[in-house]
């Protein structure tokens, strides 16, 4: 069978047309009809998530949050709402993509191929030998030991950051190089995740500061950053 696809939607209708088409595209198929038994299904490590928002127990948005935090499938995330706001806050909370009740399960199938074919985040390891370390199968950041969980949006932007210590990257350049839906996101959503990765960071690392702004320019990691333990 090819990848594994676990399909969370609790309309029978809907997860019935969605589970034949994944399977006849040659895909093996988990079912779940609420969060709880998504988040079981979840350690069986599907490739994608095809993810409704709208479930019995919770929304989606939720679980998405959730899995921010750690190793997780690729989502796609179906929603009967299909304004711009909608589409934006999935794709800002970390979906890879988003498809608008009612839809064509052969389109469904395409999106799931598309994102499969997407190269996974490149993340470096050691950077500068200055103590920050970025772990690209645990997502996670570390700083002279201490480890920092960053969301996977937040944990791209410092790896941009870092990979070039005192370059200052525009807010445009940052959306094309961290967002997998640069077009669809905005300005104020680069300041947001920039500054409660700088939180995160500052927490991490007491008395230092991370990250630059450079007014009408951008966001560049300081190149004495982080200082001595």
């Given at each position: 069978?090819?990848?594994?696809?676990?399909?969370?939607?609790?309309?029978?209708?809907?997860?019935?047309?969605?589970?034949?088409?994944l399977r006849q595209?040659?895909?093996?198929?988990?079912?779940?009809?609420?969060?709880?038994?998504?988040?079981?299904?979840?350690?069986?490590?599907?490739?994608?998530?095809?993810?409704?928002?709208?479930?019995?127990?919770?929304?989606?948005?939720?679980?998405?949050?959730?899995?921010?935090?750690?190793?997780?499938?690729?989502?796609?995330?179906?929603?009967a709402h299909g304004?711009?706001?909608?589409?934006?806050?999935?794709?800002?909370?970390?979906?890879?993509?988003?498809?608008?009740?009612?839809?064509?399960?052969?389109?469904?199938?395409?999106?799931?191929?598309?994102?499969?074919?997407?190269?996974?985040?490149?993340?470096?390891?050691?950077?500068?030998?200055?103590?920050?370390?970025?772990?690209?199968?645990?997502?996670?950041?570390?700083?002279?030991?201490?480890?920092?969980?960053?969301?996977?949006?937040?944990?791209?932007?410092?790896?941009?950051?870092?990979?070039?210590?005192?370059?200052?990257f525009s807010r445009?350049?940052?959306?094309?190089?961290?967002?997998?839906?640069?077009?669809?996101?905005?300005?104020?959503?680069?300041?947001?995740?920039?500054?409660?990765?700088?939180?995160?960071?500052?927490?991490?690392?007491?008395?230092?500061?991370?990250?630059?702004?450079?007014?009408?320019?951008?966001?560049?990691?300081?190149?004495?950053?982080?200082?001595?333990?």
């Amino acid at each position: 069978m090819g990848s594994r696809i676990l399909v969370v939607e609790d309309e029978t209708t809907i997860g019935d047309s969605v589970d034949i088409a994944l399977r006849q595209a040659g895909f093996s198929v988990l079912r779940a009809q609420s969060l709880s038994e998504a988040r079981l299904l979840l350690k069986t490590r599907p490739e994608v998530m095809v993810l409704d928002i709208g479930m019995p127990d919770g929304s989606g948005l939720d679980l998405c949050r959730e899995l921010q935090n750690g190793p997780a499938p690729r989502i796609i995330f179906l929603s009967a709402h299909g304004t711009e706001i909608d589409r934006i806050v999935g794709l800002e909370i970390g979906a890879d993509d988003y498809l608008t009740k009612p839809f064509s399960p052969r389109e469904l199938v395409a999106r799931v191929r598309a994102v499969l074919r997407r190269p996974p985040p490149r993340v470096p390891g050691a950077v500068a030998g200055r103590g920050l370390v970025i772990d690209p199968l645990s997502r996670r950041a570390s700083i002279h030991g201490t480890v920092v969980d960053l969301p996977r949006l937040q944990l791209r932007i410092l790896e941009i950051l870092a990979a070039e210590p005192g370059r200052v990257f525009s807010r445009s350049q940052l959306m094309d190089l961290a967002w997998d839906h640069p077009e669809e996101a905005l300005d104020r959503a680069v300041d947001s995740q920039v500054r409660h990765l700088r939180s995160a960071l500052r927490q991490a690392c007491a008395g230092s500061e991370p990250i630059r702004t450079v007014r009408g320019e951008g966001y560049a990691l300081d190149e004495h950053w982080p200082p001595p333990p």
